[in-house]
């Protein structure tokens, strides 16, 4: 006997479209929208770090101006002989004397040098720095020696944010502004390689253009290390 068949059985309810899974469409929609707003928030410093980073990495081939400093003011300070006893003290002596605001110390050790033919001891160099971007603070200090040379220097705009790009002078505030840039581009780059991913193979994604970089940056970055 003959089975009638219905052709409504043979499509799709709306209960039935109603449950098809959206996840990975929600998910590649989520990781569109990270990847447009944190390419928003990183787009002002993309521009001022890549014009930066090209003008220090052509300083020496191009020949490229780094930007220029100006010295403000030079003085001698007499040092007392208690505040030279070590780079802490000194440095103390500078914040809570002189009312200057040191944001790093360098120390270059002692060591024996030949002058004049002769093998003499040059004694520990002391290196105060502070400021900011513009305006830099830089004290010189010799172990022994009964004053330390404080120096200021107005830096260029371009000099500027050259040490900006290299994160001195701007505060821990700067630093920090400077990490969520850094991390912005990190989830940048992991966002952008998932959306190019989609709806591609492995195969296709070696022999595309980020496999095309990939090896480019091995080959290069090896040549240079090797």
């Known amino acids: ?12 309810s709306p209960a039935a479209k109603a449950s098809t899974p959206k996840r990975p469409l929600t998910s ?5 929208q990270l990847h447009l707003w944190i390419g928003a928030w990183g787009a002002v410093a993309a521009i001022l770090f890549g014009i930066t980073g090209f003008v220090q990495n ?13 010295e403000a003011s ?6 007392p002989a208690a505040d030279g006893k070590s780079p802490e003290v000194l440095r103390h002596w500078l914040h809570d004397a002189q009312h200057l605001d040191i ?5 270059q050790p002692g060591q024996p040098i030949e002058f004049n033919g002769r093998r003499i001891w040059q004694p520990a160099h002391w ?27 107005i830096q260029s705009p371009l000099a500027v944010m050259s040490r900006l790009h290299k994160g001195v002078g701007g505060g821990l505030p700067w630093i920090l502004l400077t990490d969520s840039f850094a991390l912005a581009m990190v989830v940048l780059g992991i966002s952008g390689l998932l959306l190019w991913s989609r709806g591609r193979t492995k195969r296709q994604m070696v022999f595309s253009v980020v496999g095309t970089a990939v090896v480019i ?3 290069i970055g090896g040549h240079a290390v090797i």
Request: no cysteine; proline share 4%.
């Open 1 to 12: 006997m003959p089975i009638a068949i219905s052709h409504h059985s043979a499509r799709f």
């Open 217 to 219: 940056v091995v080959v």
């Open 127 to 153: 290196m105060f720095l502070g400021g900011n971007a513009r305006h830099v603070l830089q004290g010189d200090y010799s172990e022994g020696t009964h004053s330390i040379t404080l120096r200021t220097t």
């Open 28 to 32: 590649f929609r989520l990781i569109r």
């Open 58 to 70: 052509h300083r020496a081939v191009l020949k490229l101006p780094q930007g220029d400093s100006m």
């Open 74 to 79: 030079q003085i001698e300070l007499p040092v």
């Open 103 to 107: 944001r790093s110390q360098r120390i």
